[in-house]
């Protein structure tokens, strides 16, 4: 499913959300992509409800959707969600910056079927203890196979 640009807000995820929580009656989708949609952190959460427990999502495209540190800890509880299938999560163009990101990768460390993540142009830097969360992320998780951290 891709809503491409299509001025989702915080209502829209919230629809959405419901959506793609299990036993509603929504088919199985293995690719939702919400890129350039501003609904940001808040409109995140509300996403979350549904995301954090499908099985069915492989791929999670929120490219430039506005979401900042306070969207942080939805996207580690998507990640760490123990039948989770999902296997690449795109955020570039987001603004998490050093906390957020590193609470995103703290989950990217322990998901389990994730191969790839994309956290470029998020403004984060490379503080000591940033370097370190990034470290620690490639030392724990052994089927990530492609970072994006441009």
Same mark, same amino acid.
């Given at each position: 499913?891709?809503?491409?640009?299509? !001025?989702?807000? #915080?209502?829209?995820?919230? %629809?959405?959300? !419901?959506?793609?929580? #299990?036993?509603?009656?929504? #088919? #199985?989708?293995?690719?939702?992509k919400?890129?350039?949609?501003? %609904?940001?952190?808040?409109?995140? !959460?509300?996403?979350?409800?549904?995301?954090?427990?499908?099985? %069915?999502?492989?791929?999670?495209?929120?490219?430039?959707c506005?979401?900042?540190?306070?969207?942080?800890?939805?996207?580690?509880?998507?990640?760490? %969600?123990?039948?989770?299938?999902?296997?690449?999560l795109?955020?570039?163009g987001?603004?998490?910056g050093?906390?957020?990101?590193?609470?995103?990768?703290?989950?990217?460390?322990?998901?389990?079927?994730?191969?790839?993540?994309?956290?470029a142009?998020?403004?984060?830097?490379?503080?000591?203890?940033?370097?370190?969360?990034? !470290?620690?992320?490639?030392?724990?998780?052994?089927?990530?196979?492609?970072?994006?951290?441009r």
């Amino acid at each position: 499913m891709e809503l491409l640009d299509d !001025k989702v807000t #915080p209502l829209g995820c919230e %629809f959405l959300g !419901k959506t793609l929580t #299990p036993g509603s009656a929504c #088919p #199985p989708i293995s690719i939702l992509k919400l890129d350039h949609n501003a %609904f940001g952190s808040d409109g995140l !959460k509300h996403l979350a409800v549904g995301i954090k427990e499908n099985v %069915f999502i492989k791929t999670l495209s929120l490219t430039y959707c506005d979401i900042d540190q306070h969207g942080a800890r939805c996207l580690m509880e998507m990640l760490i %969600f123990s039948k989770s299938l999902l296997e690449e999560l795109i955020l570039t163009g987001n603004n998490l910056g050093n906390q957020g990101s590193k609470i995103v990768l703290n989950g990217v460390s322990i998901a389990k079927n994730l191969k790839m993540i994309h956290l470029a142009d998020n403004n984060f830097n490379q503080e000591e203890d940033m370097l370190e969360s990034i !470290k620690s992320c490639m030392t724990r998780n052994k089927t990530l196979a492609k970072y994006d951290f441009r």
